[in-house]
């Protein structure tokens, strides 16, 4: 039988891909490396070659989300009429467009374990980092059609994703359902008030709450 021999960037996605499953449909924790390894039909030696952990996975396999999540912003941004759109609409569209939580609750529960701290903070802060300008950018729509009075938009966006993320992420510190919705019910009028937008037009960040 011939052997095939895979680029290491193919094996390396495919491990990530093969662990992202695992880990979505099944227990993180009871989770093994030999798991993967049977999976895959690989050796110890070539699994531990990109990856010196579980938690190391774990770290790539939330990258990989990340990135996907990035490129279905990019599909919305291109998809027919979203240029037609004017500011409030474009950002309507992306905050109800597929999020990084979408069909991956066990994935990022588990950087809420204290044992995962720091790869949740480094992954929040990519996440961030780069949705930011996407949001940037339609913030400087929105002030050049008058809906929007800033002169910082990329720190706007900074500003507003990094503190949503914040006071609504249990995984930084255990809020409690009562201020939760206290902070979910503020987030559209801190939003208009940070943006000089008129009131009433963020309220669809809580509709359905």
Not at 10 to 39: C, H, P, V, W
Request: include cysteine; glycine fraction near 6%; charge should be negative.
């Amino acid at each position: 039988m011939v052997r095939v021999v895979k680029k290491a960037s193919e094996r390396r996605k495919e491990i990530i891909q093969a662990a992202r499953e695992l880990f979505a449909t099944g227990n993180y924790e009871s989770a093994t490396m030999q798991a993967l390894m049977d999976e895959l039909g690989i050796a110890k030696g070539t699994i531990y070659h990109y990856f010196a952990s579980k938690e190391e996975l774990l770290e790539a396999v939330v990258e990989d989300l990340i990135d996907e999540m990035i490129r279905k912003k990019i599909k919305v941004m291109e998809s027919e009429g979203f240029q037609e759109l004017d500011a409030l609409a474009k950002l309507r569209s992306f905050s109800t467009s597929d999020n990084l939580a979408d069909n991956n609750q066990r994935i990022l529960a588990e950087l809420h374990r204290p044992g995962n701290t720091i790869v949740h903070t480094r992954q929040t802060g990519r996440y961030l980092t780069m949705l930011a300008p996407f949001y940037a950018d339609v913030i400087r729509e929105g002030c050049d059609q008058g809906l929007f009075k800033t002169d910082h938009p990329l720190e706007c966006a900074e500003f507003l994703l990094a503190g949503i993320q914040f006071i609504t992420d249990v995984g930084f510190y255990p809020w409690t359902e009562d201020q939760l919705a206290r902070r979910m019910k503020a987030i559209p009028r801190l939003g208009e008030a940070q943006l000089g937008a008129p009131e009433g037009s963020f309220s669809f960040l809580v509709e359905g709450e």
